[in-house]
């Protein structure tokens, strides 16, 4: 069974609100000196650049599955980029793990979670 087109729009639609929200963690919408005040505090340009070609493989990968007709392994691989694109933000939310250990274990038992509902969805998607 082929997955609907339907899926592969809703994937794009949720890249471009995880890439503004990207984009204003990295302050790229405030002026220039406020943003190179804060350089020390936002990713290098190696891990940005790793997220755009994340972002933009998705994005990319969703339009070749809709023109292709969506099969299971685009699904699959355009469901995994979207995971990875999400883990900034997720990490941005969470307690940081240097903090206390409370912290520390919310921080770890949200990320075990979170792989654990991504590693559903694909077995799911595989089904």
Same mark, same amino acid.
């Given at each position: @069974?082929?997955?609907?087109?339907?899926? &592969?729009?809703?994937?794009?639609?949720?890249?471009? %609100?995880?890439?503004?929200?990207?984009? &204003?963690?990295?302050?790229?919408?405030?002026?220039?000196? %406020? $943003?190179?005040?804060?350089?020390?505090?936002?990713?290098?340009?190696?891990?940005?650049?790793? @997220?755009?070609?994340?972002?933009? $493989?998705?994005?990319?990968?969703?339009?070749?599955?809709?023109?292709?007709?969506?099969?299971?392994?685009?699904?699959?691989?355009?469901?995994?980029?979207?995971?990875?694109?999400?883990?900034?933000?997720?990490?941005?939310?969470?307690?940081?793990?240097?903090?206390?250990?409370?912290?520390? %274990?919310?921080?770890?038992?949200?990320?075990?979670?979170?792989?654990?509902?991504?590693?559903? %969805?694909?077995?799911?998607?595989?089904?």
């Amino acid at each position: @069974m082929d997955v609907p087109v339907q899926f &592969f729009q809703s994937v794009i639609a949720i890249e471009v %609100t995880i890439t503004g929200a990207l984009l &204003f963690q990295i302050d790229f919408f405030k002026p220039r000196e %406020t $943003a190179e005040a804060r350089r020390g505090q936002v990713p290098g340009p190696w891990l940005r650049l790793l @997220m755009a070609v994340i972002l933009g $493989a998705t994005v990319f990968g969703s339009l070749y599955a809709i023109a292709t007709g969506g099969q299971r392994t685009a699904a699959i691989a355009v469901t995994v980029g979207l995971a990875i694109s999400v883990l900034p933000i997720l990490l941005r939310v969470l307690p940081t793990l240097t903090s206390s250990r409370n912290d520390a %274990t919310v921080t770890v038992l949200g990320l075990v979670a979170y792989v654990l509902i991504v590693a559903t %969805t694909v077995l799911l998607l595989n089904a």
